[in-house]
C-alpha cells in the first residue's frame, strides 16, 4: 500500500513502485491506496496496473474481530513471503501496513468485518515479465 497512485507514461527504465491497497467489505467505505483514503467510488488503480493485466501480485484475506485483527502478524509475514516468491517488494514495512490496516478499519467504523490486502507490481513495460524482475529457472 503506498506508492504513487498516479502513474505516468513510461519513458525510461525506471518502474514505479508497486501499488498496494487495503480494502474492507462494506456498503459504503473509505478505500486506502498508497497511502491515501478514497471513497469507493473514486478508488481506481490503472488498467495498465499489472495486477490486473497479468494477475501479478498478491493478496491477503484477513478478518477483523471486535476491532482486533486476527493473526494479523501471520497474515502480514505470509503476504511478505508470498511477495517474495515472485520478486515483488513491497513498498512499506508491516507495522506500516498493519497501521494502514487499522486506520482503514477505524474510519470504516468496522470492528468486524472482512480485509482484502492486495499489493501489485503496478505499471510496468509490456510482457509478463516486468523489466528488472529476474528469470528463475
Not at 488498467?47 to 501479478?56: A, E, M, N, R
Not at 501471520?74 to 517488494?89: F, G
Request: hydrophobic share 40%; glycine share 8%; charged share 25%.
Amino acid at each position: 500500500m503506498l506508492s504513487s497512485l498516479n502513474v505516468k507514461q513510461q519513458t525510461t527504465n525506471h518502474r514505479p513502485p508497486p501499488i498496494c491497497y487495503c480494502h474492507v467489505i462494506q456498503t459504503s467505505l473509505q478505500i486506502y491506496i498508497n497511502g491515501a483514503l478514497y471513497d469507493k467510488e473514486d478508488a481506481k488503480i490503472s488498467v495498465y496496473d499489472h495486477g490486473l493485466l497479468y494477475g501479478d501480485g498478491v493478496f491477503e484475506g484477513i478478518r477483523s474481530y471486535g476491532g482486533k485483527v486476527f493473526r494479523l502478524d501471520e497474515h502480514l509475514d505470509r503476504l511478505w513471503n508470498s511477495a517474495k516468491a515472485i520478486i515483488l517488494e513491497i513498498p512499506m514495512n508491516k507495522a506500516d501496513m498493519a497501521k494502514a490496516i487499522y486506520d482503514t478499519l477505524e474510519v470504516n467504523k468496522i470492528k468486524d468485518g472482512y480485509i482484502r490486502v492486495v499489493v501489485t507490481r503496478a505499471w510496468a513495460a509490456w510482457g509478463s515479465i516486468p523489466t528488472g524482475a529476474a528469470i528463475r529457472k
